[in-house]
């Protein structure tokens, strides 16, 4: 199951400000990154691009953003090319650019910063989320072909920079853990945040590391 931020209700905007550790704790969620790109204005943000949770709009969509991650009722994902309102999607989060296009790496190589995207594997079975510290940073085509690398076909660009973060829980309705170092050393409050449970919890850690030659070793 997905969850994504809510509506602010009657506030000024779009959403409050909430950090993703926050929001993981919140909706007793598993994992969590930071979605959509956002301004904000004092505790409440204006959400750039479609934003929807459970078949409610809450942003609306932008041309500037015009890259959608769309889940369904099935809980099944996508990613597609469209800046509207994703009317009958159920939850929707937008970046503003492709990293992968079926299979094909894209994205600006120039600007290094801190990065979160998400992408769906070729049969569609996986979801990817990832996040690049700030620290080392990344550009755009790094992301893609670090998506491509876990098996990525899609990808899009999602918020950025300080906003980039990634949390877990340690165990069910446990604290979030923080799983990368973020660009102001610690969690921001983010204007959108995206947030997953799967159907059975496991007491599992994946590790990655990429070996001398560019092999992903995995254990």
Request: hydrophobic share 40%; proline share 3%.
């Amino acid at each position: 199951s997905f969850k994504v931020t809510n509506t602010n209700g009657n506030d000024d905007l779009d959403t409050t400000i909430k950090s993703t550790p926050a929001f993981l704790e919140k909706q007793n969620l598993e994992a969590a990154i930071n979605a959509n790109y956002f301004v904000r204005s004092g505790n409440n943000a204006d959400v750039l691009g479609v934003l929807r949770r459970n078949n409610v709009l809450i942003s609306a969509g932008e041309s500037a953003y015009p890259v959608q991650l769309r889940i369904n009722d099935d809980n099944v994902a996508s990613i597609v090319s469209g800046s509207g309102n994703a009317s009958g999607i159920k939850n929707v989060v937008a970046g503003d650019c492709w990293n992968l296009v079926n299979g094909t790496p894209s994205g600006d190589n120039t600007e290094i910063d801190a990065r979160t995207a998400a992408g769906i594997s070729m049969d569609g079975r996986f979801l990817i989320l990832l996040v690049v510290d700030g620290n080392e940073g990344a550009t755009r085509l790094d992301v893609a072909n670090w998506l491509k690398d876990f098996s990525a076909w899609n990808g899009v660009n999602l918020g950025g920079g300080a906003a980039s973060c990634m949390v877990r829980s340690e165990f069910v309705d446990g604290p979030a853990v923080v799983m990368n170092n973020p660009g102001a050393g610690s969690p921001i409050k983010v204007g959108a945040n995206l947030g997953v449970n799967s159907i059975e919890r496991q007491a599992r850690q994946d590790i990655f590391i990429v070996g001398g030659s560019g092999n992903i070793n995995h254990k």
